[in-house]
């Protein structure tokens, strides 16, 4: 099993930055961890992904997702925030072990947080 636990979700004004932090635990040994966010009467979509070797992709170039292996936690740098970026965030998990494909499709995860809410008022 593998349990997250999403942080660092707050009120802020356009402009601003925000560093999202997910703890994990349990078995995530050589899977793949993503960032996905659910705005409000819209689909949920994922914004980063980190495969099992370490490599990084994200939607935006204001998406910075990175691993600290020593707390075991995925972090979601946020900078230059605006309105769109609303939204409940999640960090998930992947089904498999050694993801080394980029898909950002939420089928391909198994394990999601609860989620954090980050709100931008301009």
């Known amino acids: 099993q593998v349990q997250l636990v999403e942080s660092g979700g707050g009120s802020v004004q356009a402009g601003g930055s925000l560093n999202l932090s997910c703890a994990a635990s349990g078995d995530t040994d050589r899977r793949a961890m993503g960032w996905f966010r659910q705005a409000p009467g819209k689909e949920r979509e994922g914004v980063a992904e980190m495969l099992s070797d370490g490599r990084t992709s994200s939607v935006k170039g204001r998406f910075t997702i990175s691993f600290d292996n020593a707390k075991n936690t995925l972090y979601l740098q946020i900078n230059n925030l605006n309105a769109e970026d609303t939204a409940m965030y999640y960090c998930?998990?992947?089904?498999?072990?050694?993801?080394?494909?980029?898909?950002?499709?939420?089928?391909?995860?198994?394990?999601w947080g609860q989620g954090t809410q980050v709100t931008v008022s301009s």
């Open positions: 998930a998990v992947s089904i498999v072990r050694r993801k080394w494909w980029f898909s950002l499709r939420e089928a391909d995860f198994g394990y």
